[in-house]
């Protein structure tokens, strides 16, 4: 069963930066691309940036160009994101995301930017 286990949200200031780590399990991970979503209190859930399968071409949306960077790790099953130059309104609760037939989730987890 598919299984996806975001880690490394937080507090931080204004300018600070935070690596979010997302584990897979129960499907073949160099397969698929992945994705990384985000949901602040009161909004809908939005994509964030999206990695191919093998890692060689990444989208981003645009109100974080230039300050983060998804990357993963195919023999490590893992998908990343650098967030630099965090903003107060980056604050949300991040979500990896894989889309196969269905989309699957994980837990999420809390980014907070606040000083």
């Known amino acids: 069963q598919v299984q996806l286990v975001e880690s490394g949200g937080g507090l931080v200031q204004p300018g600070g930066s935070l690596r979010l780590s997302c584990a897979a399990s129960?499907?073949?991970?160099?397969?698929?691309?992945m994705n990384w979503y985000r949901q602040a209190a009161g909004k809908e859930r939005e994509l964030v940036a999206t990695?191919?399968?093998?890692?060689?071409?990444?989208n981003y949306a645009d109100f974080v160009k230039g300050r983060f960077t998804i990357s993963r790790n195919n023999a490590q099953n893992t998908v990343y994101l650098q967030m630099n130059n965090l903003k107060p309104e980056d604050t949300a609760v991040y979500y990896c995301?894989?889309?196969?037939?269905?989309?699957?989730w994980g837990q999420g987890t809390q980014v907070t930017v606040s000083s």
């Open positions: 129960g499907f073949t991970f160099r397969f698929y691309a």
């Open positions: 990695i191919t399968s093998t890692g060689g071409s990444t």
């Open positions: 995301n894989v889309r196969r037939t269905n989309d699957y």
